[in-house]
T-cell receptor
Framework: DGGITQSPKYLFRKEGQNVTLSCEQNLNHDAMYWYRQDPGQGLRLIYYSQIVNDFQKGDIAEGYSVSREKKESFPLTVTSAQKNPTAFYLC??????????????FGDGTRLSIL | GNSVTQMEGPVTLSEEAFLTINCTYTATGYPSLFWYVQYPGEGLQLLLKATKADDKGSNKGFEATYRKETTSFHLEKGSVQVSDSAVYFCALTPTGGGNKLTFGTGTQLKVEL
């Protein structure tokens, strides 16, 4: 089945460590996105990529980095510079070449906690 | 900039009750409007969408009508079930295409027997 796979489902990080969250899609979508969700809040955009080898900062990019070397993959690295990384992270993808707006499809998320 | 405002939750209803979750937006032109649903521990799933004024999106008994005059996209369901318990997010993408979603803060719905 086509979809978006995020791994791992749960991730623990020690202070000062970088961690990388995986996101893979087999929907043949051009665009991919990373969001952060905190309790009682909506989703906030961290980074997005409209095409391979290109990405842009979202609203809260500080302390995060991404790469887009393949169309199917958009890994997110949470660096030690991110002072409050505990959150639920969601990856999404969508078509970009379309008539009218197409919805984003979401993975099941990764919950990151600091030890 | 664009913004979405949703009614605060949690909303608690008895099974078979009528549901309304209010959503209003601020955006120029004619954005596309979406409702997403998030079940516990999962990602978001698209529930319904509307891409132009007066369009009605519908799915699984849920409906929402794009009202340009009141900049609203309220979610309704005539008879809720316990399985509808989830968090519901209203969202928009801007006029003229592009896929950057602006989300509301979400409304938690609890349906009890």
């Amino acid at each position: 089945d086509g979809g978006i796979t995020q791994s791992p489902k749960y991730l623990f990080r020690k202070e000062g460590q970088n961690v990388t969250l995986s996101c893979e899609q087999n929907l043949n979508h051009d665009a991919m996105y990373w969001y952060r969700q905190d309790p009682g809040q909506g989703l906030r955009l961290i980074y997005y990529s409209q095409i391979v080898n290109d990405f842009q900062k979202g609203d809260i990019a500080e302390g995060y980095s991404v790469s887009r070397e393949k169309k199917e993959s958009f890994p997110l690295t949470v660096t030690s510079a991110q002072k409050n990384p505990t959150a639920f992270y969601l990856c999404a993808s969508s078509m970009t070449r379309q008539v009218g707006n197409q919805p984003q499809h979401f993975g099941d998320g990764t919950r990151l906690s600091i030890l | 900039g664009n913004s979405v405002t949703q009614m605060e939750g949690p909303v608690t209803l008895s099974e078979e009750a009528f549901l309304t979750i209010n959503c209003t937006y601020t955006a120029t032109g004619y954005p596309s409007l979406f409702w997403y649903v998030q079940y516990p521990g999962e990602g978001l799933q698209l529930l319904l969408k509307a891409t132009k004024a007066d369009d009605k999106g519908s799915n699984k008994g849920f409906e929402a009508t794009y009202r340009k005059e009141t900049t609203s996209f309220h979610l309704e369901k005539g008879s809720v079930q316990v399985s509808d318990s989830a968090v519901y997010f209203c969202a928009l993408t801007p006029t003229g295409g592009g896929n950057k979603l602006t989300f509301g803060t979400g409304t938690q719905l609890k349906v009890e027997l």
